[in-house]
């Protein structure tokens, strides 16, 4: 079964920095992929980055490219999100997701979650 353990949101002023973490266990296979969703008031959730298991390879949405950063440690039982240049818009409750096979980019089958953490970006 697997499970999944956001930690590291908190508060920064906008510009500002944050490094998100997700402790991942039970996934046996490689052929799988990860991923970061947030949620900010009055949107629907929404994907901003993943990445594919066997070969580490990252993809990003629009809105963040260039300033967030998804990888994986050695042991691809960590996820991390490194994020700059914050925006108080921005500010909402961050998720790690999984999902079997590939097509990473396909954010609506993702079906495993998280509990979230919260990321408050202040003008």
């Known amino acids: 079964q697997v499970q999944l353990v956001e930690s590291g949101g908190g508060s920064v002023q906008a510009g500002g920095s944050l490094r998100l973490s997700c402790a991942v266990s039970?996934?046996?296979?490689?052929?799988?992929?990860l991923a970061w969703f947030r949620q900010v008031l009055g949107k629907e959730r929404e994907g901003v980055a993943n990445i594919y298991l066997r070969t580490s390879t990252p993809d990003y949405d629009d809105s963040v490219k260039g300033r967030f950063t998804i990888s994986l440690n050695s042991a691809k039982d960590t996820l991390y999100l490194d994020m700059a240049s914050l925006k108080p818009e921005e500010t909402g409750m961050y998720y790690c997701?999984?999902?079997?096979?590939?097509?990473?980019?396909?954010?609506?089958?993702?079906?495993?979650w998280g509990q979230g953490t919260q990321v408050t970006v202040s003008s």
């Open positions: 997701a999984a999902k079997p096979g590939s097509y990473c980019y396909r954010y609506s089958i993702y079906n495993t």
């Open positions: 039970g996934i046996a296979d490689g052929h799988s992929c």
